[in-house]
């Protein structure tokens, strides 16, 4: 089929290059040049494992182009994919001011018929608007049809590749046949729903994530005080199918470009329609304050701030990303600085991501773990990447100033532990400690 995708970001680019490996010929369009002058170097502007391979190979086999410009790539495609982002506004409702902008070049654009086929992460009924702007602007026919995006970043290809579920909402037979066949080679598993329903799925996936994370988080904080231990707990919840494995790891929190901002827009749209979602309003807080339950470990380990090094070892919001949007980094290296403390960060994609949105004189940018350990009086693990997790800890003991280790993601057992001289302190895991420690204050 020939497609076009409007937006190579993280869902557009992975998309459309997803489509042309499963043998579709696919136009990327963008408005950002830069983008599209590295893309046609056959780079990705993104960090995503697998992706520059795909695009490479699908490019050289013609397969796939990259464009600034919109009327190329609607009037040589039967689908156009919108994959714009649909950012936060400041009370927390989504921003549909691209997807508008999107809606009416494509229609200012079409030559035939088209399915519009809308991936962004967009409020119920937002579709419905898309139908009204393109029909007021074109005599072409044409079908919206909502697909929800499901992949996470770090494992976009592959998780595009082998979706849990594909679904398409649509008030068109004809489309629905054409999407279909389309999504097949992907799963057996398409839904097919109405478009409202359809928006509404994506909320409520993502709604429901959130509340198992920000659910695990506070059993934690409990673990804490009553000596259980949630990894433990978290295993024997998760051998029951009703609740499932996943999602379940406590930590610092989500953050990320998703659940940060679809949580807060869902709590809108029902604000909106006159409707109190109360539990989703505590999921937000628990994540909130979850962010900061690393300080007081720190503080109960270091008994002042002021003055201190303090090593900070991941600034993506999770691994496998140079993502650093809503990443729980910014704000407890904020917090840090604003405690007095000089920052020795190291994160090993997106650093260079962090240090252009983020850049304080009390923060020393570092060139490994062992380079950000050096001399500091504590570490604080805020991202488990690999290169944290298979790291000698005798090594790393041995250059700082003082072993304290906050383990923001519970990364380390209690055999890595347990040998060591660290003051080691995890979320929820009271029982995972040394109980030689050596701390300097
Ligand atoms: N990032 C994810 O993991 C993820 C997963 C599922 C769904 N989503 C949803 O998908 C949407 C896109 O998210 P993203 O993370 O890929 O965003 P992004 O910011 O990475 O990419 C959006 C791209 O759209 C381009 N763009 C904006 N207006 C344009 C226009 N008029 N013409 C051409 N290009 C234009 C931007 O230049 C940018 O490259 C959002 O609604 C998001 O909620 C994201
Ligand atoms: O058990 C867990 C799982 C995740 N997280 C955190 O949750 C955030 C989000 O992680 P993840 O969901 O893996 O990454 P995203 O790329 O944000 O993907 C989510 O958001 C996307 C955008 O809507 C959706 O498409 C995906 O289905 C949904 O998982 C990260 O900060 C993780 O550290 C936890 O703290 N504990």
Avoid at 120 to 148: A, C, M, Q
Avoid at 408 to 424: A, C, M, P, W
């Amino acid at each position: 089929m020939k497609i076009s995708v409007v937006g190579t970001g993280y869902v557009g680019l992975v998309s459309g290059v997803c489509f042309s490996e499963l043998g579709n010929q696919v136009i990327c369009v963008d408005k950002d040049q830069r983008k599209v002058d590295v893309l046609n170097k056959l780079q990705s502007p993104i960090y995503e494992p697998g992706l520059t391979e795909l695009i490479e190979k699908n490019y050289r086999e013609k397969r796939l182009e990259f464009t600034t410009d919109l009327s190329y790539g609607v009037k040589n495609s039967d689908i156009v994919i919108i994959a714009v982002g649909t950012p936060p506004l400041p009370n927390g409702e989504a921003n549909l001011l691209y997807i508008e902008q999107v809606a009416t070049e494509i229609a200012t654009e079409m030559n035939d018929y088209k399915i519009i086929m809308t991936k962004s992460t967009v409020p119920v009924g937002t579709n419905h608007r898309i139908k009204e702007i393109v029909s007021n602007l074109t005599k072409f026919p044409f079908d919206v049809v909502s697909v929800p995006e499901f992949l996470r970043e770090g494992s976009a290809v592959k998780d595009t590749l082998n979706p849990d579920r594909i679904v398409i909402g649509t008030e068109s037979e004809a489309a629905m046949k054409i999407l279909t066949d389309l999504h097949k080679p992907l799963t057996d598993n398409i839904i097919v729903t109405d478009i409202r329903s359809a928006e509404m799925i994506k909320y409520a996936s993502n709604a429901f994530l959130a509340t198992k994370i920000s659910f695990i988080n506070e059993i934690a904080n409990i673990c804490d005080k009553v000596g259980a231990d949630v990894t433990k707990v978290a295993e024997g919840m998760g051998y029951d199918k009703r609740i499932g494995a996943a999602f379940l790891n406590a930590g610092i929190g989500y953050g990320g470009s998703c659940f940060p901002k679809d949580t807060n827009a869902l709590v809108q749209i029902a604000g909106n329609a006159n409707y109190d979602f109360k539990l989703l309003k505590s999921v937000i807080e628990v994540n909130q304050n979850q962010r900061f339950n690393i300080m007081e470990k720190l503080k109960a380990s270091l008994t002042t701030l002021s003055g201190k090094t303090v090593a900070v070892w991941g600034l993506a919001f999770k691994p496998n990303t140079d993502d650093v949007r809503d990443a729980p980094a910014f704000e407890i290296i904020s917090e840090l600085v604003a405690n007095g403390v000089k920052v020795k960060a190291f994160d090993p994609i997106a650093q260079e991501n962090f240090r252009t949105q983020f850049n304080h004189p009390d923060i020393q940018w570092c060139e490994s773990p062992l380079d950000a350990a050096k001399d500091s009086d504590a570490i604080c693990l805020l991202t488990e990447w690999d290169v944290f997790k298979s790291i000698n800890l005798f090594e790393v003991q041995n250059v700082m100033a003082n072993p304290v280790l906050i383990d923001g993601r519970n990364v380390f057992s209690k055999e890595q532990i347990s040998l060591t001289k660290f003051d080691y302190k995890s979320i929820g895991r009271p029982g995972i400690k040394n109980e030689k420690v050596l701390v300097k204050s």
